[in-house]
């Protein structure tokens, strides 16, 4: 009987659909991937209706996928070398003809071909000329599926925290594994003495690895792919017992078996089978629909796909500051779409890049650099040259030699390109040349990582790779694949802004859009960039009859927290939230205090800190309301914004897992969900955004502030804040189209999350210890793994670092305020994602002095960071020293023993977290 197998790479859930492709009931694993059971009946039904091969006369053979999208044939004739071909598609059929083969040939042959949503491979089948078509589903002798290549992948603990895997070749070999059911990775193994060797660093005992190996077999002259096998790893010291685990864990079906229910994990999102979520319902399960995939096995190649953006300068040249902001009318046709399809992964010769455009690129100008070299200036690439033109928006690339090694292109290679989008200023409105892309490594045979450097010295003319491109490691990457590369190009001020490394294919424009709608005035309609920016006229005038500000990057300047005003300031970048004496909708004011507004209507009043109280050192404000004065009320500035769409696809459960409110394991820690009222369907929702986890998702975030920081209404929350007894709020019903909601939401989603700096330092990681040692990490929580059901693509099966657990936690009465919020008390407060504290108070400052103008290479521009430390929800804190003393409740036992600590310690935790 035939099976098709799904292949590899952590696609998500695909089961309902397979099933009704081939008949049969999906099982879900655990890993990502599935098994299958109950499939096609018989090869003929196979051969008939999906794919097959009919014997011709004259020794002709001619293979078929019945699919409207692509298909490629792979075979072997008398078990020689094998062959990969793209299939003729015509009238929803692909079609590949084998002719002059004698009677009796053997034909080894499979298929990879696209279902209109992700790559599937069918198994090995053989077909004998002069013989019917073959009902045979059993592999050739020398197929993946073979004992003999499911043999020779194996694995062992090698350390209290490592575990090696090994495979007996004298060729290249790849290995493809995922950690508690995380994303797959690809990694190339080390060749040394005939063996291929690969240790997978950083794990802990319990944790669930899920392997299989890729390699050349040299007495076939193909490459061999072994089946999954799944390994649980206890540590050196059990090793043997471990390996044991791996046999009786190997399966005859290429895809991996779940053995969630017998493995312990650390990742909380793998352990949680357990955890009932009563009556919430969860935001994505197995109906949500998926956007399309970043990666894919394509049989021939591996293909990846993403989006790219325009800049002014180079990602290394730190003297010209001219890299990470936007350009003027950076929305208009300065994105790309790019798919790198790499044939050297599976065995070939060659990595090709295709580039799609927005507009017509100038002719002479149209480069795609490859390969850094890094000698004479920092943006030397060996493999220059302007791409090949298909027409007005397509270009390719495509090489098998690596100038920078003087060699054939190897798996493992290290590949940094640069994209130029210089456009074509005749075809195109407001065309320019200098528009340079985004620098991406691309790791041959695996994927594009997020890159630091070899060293950050000043330049020397004539030295070969200076600065040259390593991968971040994997414990660095704290927001997983959307982690973006080290800044070396001194612009302290815009760590928040980037596009995630991973930004998906088609994706580019919508997020530029959405950063559009982030800037825009809803009162004027300009833009807070460039002057010259012109007019969003669609926005001008749909600010409410009262607001707080006029656009989003007001309150959320460069996407990071605001800065404390100063006292008697207006705290227009703050909301306040207020309530009556029982802490009831305030019935001349509503839920939020809104001191701007519009068409005759008053003012509800501006709020402003009229004195600080001091007590031993620490710093609390009081404040003052020019109007109607609150009974109870909550003030938050506004936060950062990056890693929100991560914090967003961490599976409820996994939260849910962490909940101790009646503190049963009596380690003084009993965080709780808030649980929340959908405002489109009226379900329970788990709270997981604001500072008291009143908001489920990050659409429902955006459409709050929407509605109450800018009088904006939308389809979500279509009625304006208005108090019982308040006059002159304004209408209802939708003012800002969906489409440009759901840009914006894509926009903030998509954000790239800084990786952690100084990560190999000695000081920086015994800070990670003592933050563990004095239980920071008890609320902090430092990981998660996101949701095979998460709709972005970016986003979905990611291993991240966020240093949260979005529980409540209640932290004393010194931190609390006079108005809870949904189930969260006035003392309860959401654990505040850590990622990213290092740098915000550079992003909240900004620069001062001109940009550029450093006279050499090796030195910064002139452009320093003026940086604005401000911690906790109301920017009390002015160091991260009086953020940790300000904890009481459920973490006054961290703060305690972080009195205790001696002073290289508690420089140590501070140097960890300035490295977040």
């Given at each position: 009987?035939?099976?098709?197998?799904?292949?590899?790479?952590?696609?998500?859930?695909?089961?309902?659909?397979?099933?009704?492709?081939?008949?049969?009931?999906?099982?879900?694993?655990?890993?990502?991937?599935?098994?299958?059971?109950?499939?096609?009946?018989?090869?003929?039904?196979?051969?008939?209706?999906?794919?097959?091969?009919?014997?011709?006369?004259?020794?002709?053979?001619?293979?078929?996928?019945?699919?409207?999208?692509?298909?490629?044939?792979?075979y072997r004739v008398n078990a020689a070398a094998q062959q990969n071909?793209?299939?003729?598609?015509?009238?929803?059929?692909?079609?590949?003809?084998?002719?002059?083969?004698?009677?009796?040939?053997?034909?080894?042959?499979?298929?990879?071909?696209?279902?209109?949503?992700?790559?599937?491979?069918?198994?090995?089948?053989?077909?004998?000329?002069?013989?019917?078509?073959?009902?045979?589903s059993s592999a050739p002798a020398s197929s993946s599926s073979s004992s003999a290549a499911s043999s020779v992948c194996n694995i062992q603990?090698?350390?209290?925290?490592?575990?090696?895997?090994?495979?007996?070749?004298?060729?290249?070999?790849?290995?493809?594994?995922?950690?508690?059911?995380?994303?797959?990775l690809n990694v190339s193994m080390v060749q040394a003495n005939g063996v291929n060797s690969y240790t997978i660093d950083n794990l802990s005992a319990g944790d669930l690895v899920s392997y299989r190996c890729t390699y050349l077999d040299t007495g076939l002259g193909y490459a061999v792919d072994t089946e999954f096998k799944h390994y649980t790893f206890v540590g050196a010291s059990s090793s043997a017992s471990s390996a044991a685990s791996v046999s009786s864990s190997a399966t005859s079906s290429s895809s991996p078996v779940s053995s969630a229910s017998s493995s312990s994990s650390?990742?909380?999102?793998?352990?949680?089978?357990?955890?009932?979520?009563?009556?919430?319902?969860?935001?994505?399960?197995?109906?949500?629909?998926?956007?399309?995939?970043?990666?894919?096995?394509?049989?021939?190649?591996?293909?990846?796909?993403?989006?790219?953006?325009?800049?002014?300068?180079?990602?290394?040249?730190?003297?010209?500051?001219?890299?990470d902001h936007y350009l003027k009318f950076y929305w208009?046709?300065?994105?790309?779409s790019v798919e790198i399809i790499d044939y050297v992964a599976k065995g070939g010769n060659k990595i090709r890049m295709e580039v799609k455009s927005e507009a017509r690129l100038d002719d002479g100008q149209a480069e795609n650099r490859w390969w850094y070299i890094g000698r004479n200036t920092l943006a030397e690439y060996c493999g220059n040259g302007v791409m090949n033109r298909v027409d007005d928006l397509n270009y390719w690339k495509e090489e098998s030699w690596n100038c920078r090694e003087g060699r054939q292109i190897q798996i493992g290679d290290k590949l940094e390109f640069e994209i130029s989008q210089f456009l074509d200023k005749n075809a195109v409105i407001?065309?320019?040349?200098?528009?340079?892309?985004?620098?991406?490594?691309?790791?041959?045979?695996?994927?594009?990582?997020?890159?630091?450097?070899?060293?950050?010295?000043?330049?020397?003319?004539?030295?070969?790779?200076?600065?040259?491109?390593?991968?971040?490691?994997?414990?660095?990457q704290l927001g997983g694949g959307t982690t973006l590369h080290v800044q070396m190009t001194a612009e302290p001020d815009g760590h928040f802004q980037q596009m995630a490394n991973n930004l998906n294919y088609g994706n580019g424009q919508p997020f530029v859009l959405g950063r559009r709608v982030h800037h825009t005035s809803f009162v004027d309609g300009t833009h807070d960039e460039h002057e010259d920016n012109g007019l969003f006229e669609e926005m001008i005038g749909k600010a409410g009859t009262r607001y707080i500000n006029e656009r989003c990057a007001d309150c959320h300047e460069r996407n990071g927290r605001a800065p404390v005003a100063g006292i008697g300031e207006a705290l227009d970048r703050w909301v306040f939230r207020i309530g009556d004496a029982n802490g009831n909708s305030h019935p001349l004011l509503g839920r939020v205090l809104q001191p701007k507004a519009n068409g005759g209507a008053a003012s509800e009043g501006e709020p402003s800190i009229a004195y600080w109280t001091e007590t031993n050192g620490l710093r609390k404000p009081n404040y003052q309301f020019s109007g109607i004065q609150p009974e109870t009320f909550s003030a938050r500035l506004a936060p950062q914004l990056v890693g929100m769409g991560l914090l967003e696809a961490i599976p409820e459960s996994a939260i849910l897992a962490r909940e101790d409110p009646d503190d049963l394991d009596g380690?003084?820690?009993?965080?709780?969900?808030?649980?929340?009222?959908?405002?489109?369907?009226?379900?329970?929702?788990l709270g997981r955004f604001g500072y008291k986890a009143a908001a489920a998702s990050l659409k429902h975030q955006i459409a709050a502030a929407f509605n109450t920081d800018m009088g904006v209404m939308t389809s979500v929350m279509p009625n304006p804040d208005c108090g019982a007894n308040q006059i002159n709020c304004g209408p209802s019903g939708s003012e800002l189209s969906d489409t440009h909601l759901d840009n914006l939401v894509k926009y903030v989603a998509l954000l790239g999350v800084r990786g952690q700096r100084d990560y190999d330092k000695p000081e920086v990681i015994r800070g990670k210890q003592?933050?563990?040692?004095?239980?920071?990490?008890?609320?902090?929580?430092?990981?998660?793994?996101?949701?095979?059901?998460?709709?972005?693509?970016?986003l979905r099966n990611q291993p991240i670092q966020p240093y949260t657990d979005l529980l409540l936690h209640d932290l004393g009465p010194e931190m609390a305020d006079s108005l809870g919020e949904g189930l969260a008390t006035g003392s309860e407060w959401r654990t505040a994602p850590l990622w990213g504290v290092g740098v915000s108070a550079c992003v909240t400052g900004g620069v001062t002095g001109l940009r550029g103008q450093a006279p050499a290479f090796g030195l910064d521009g002139q452009e320093v960071c003026t940086p604005k430390e401000s911690y906790l929800h109301d920017g009390r804190a002015r160091t991260l020293a009086e953020a940790i003393l300000w904890h009481g409740g459920e973490g006054a036992g961290s703060r305690s023993r972080y009195n205790a600590l001696n002073n290289n310690d508690k420089a140590a935790l501070q140097a960890f977290l300035k490295s977040l």
């Open positions: 009987m035939i099976k098709p197998a799904l292949n590899r790479v952590g696609l998500a859930l695909w089961a309902t659909l397979i099933t009704c492709l081939q008949g049969g009931s999906p099982v879900w694993t655990g890993t990502g991937l599935f098994a299958f059971t109950s499939l096609v009946a018989s090869s003929a039904v196979a051969q008939s209706s999906l794919y097959g091969v009919s014997p011709l006369a004259g020794g002709t053979l001619e293979f078929y996928v019945n699919t409207p999208h692509w298909a490629t044939l792979h071909v793209t299939m003729v598609q015509a009238a929803a059929r692909n079609t590949y003809s084998l002719s002059g083969l004698g009677n009796g040939s053997t034909v080894e042959y499979r298929f990879t071909y696209w279902n209109g949503s992700y790559a599937l491979e069918t198994e090995w089948q053989t077909q004998v000329v002069g013989a019917p078509a073959s009902s045979s603990a090698t350390g209290v925290n490592a575990a090696q895997v090994t495979l007996v070749s004298g060729s290249w070999a790849t290995l493809h594994y995922s950690v508690n059911s995380g994303g797959q650390s990742v909380a999102s793998s352990a949680n089978s357990s955890v009932t979520l009563g009556n919430i319902t969860p935001l994505f399960n197995s109906s949500t629909a998926l956007e399309s995939v970043l990666q894919y096995d394509r049989g021939d190649a591996l293909v990846t796909r993403f989006s790219d953006r325009a800049r002014d300068r180079h990602a290394k040249e730190n003297h010209f500051q001219a890299y208009e046709q300065r994105t790309a407001r065309g320019q040349d200098n528009y340079y892309g985004t620098t991406y490594l691309y790791i041959v045979g695996q994927g594009l990582v997020p890159w630091d450097v070899t060293d950050r010295n000043a330049f020397v003319g004539g030295l070969f790779k200076q600065r040259d491109s390593i991968p971040l490691p994997e414990y660095a380690d003084g820690i009993s965080g709780r969900a808030n649980r929340v009222i959908d405002p489109v369907t009226g379900e329970t929702r003592v933050f563990s040692e004095i239980g920071c990490d008890s609320c902090h929580t430092p990981g998660f793994t996101t949701s095979s059901y998460a709709p972005f693509a970016e």
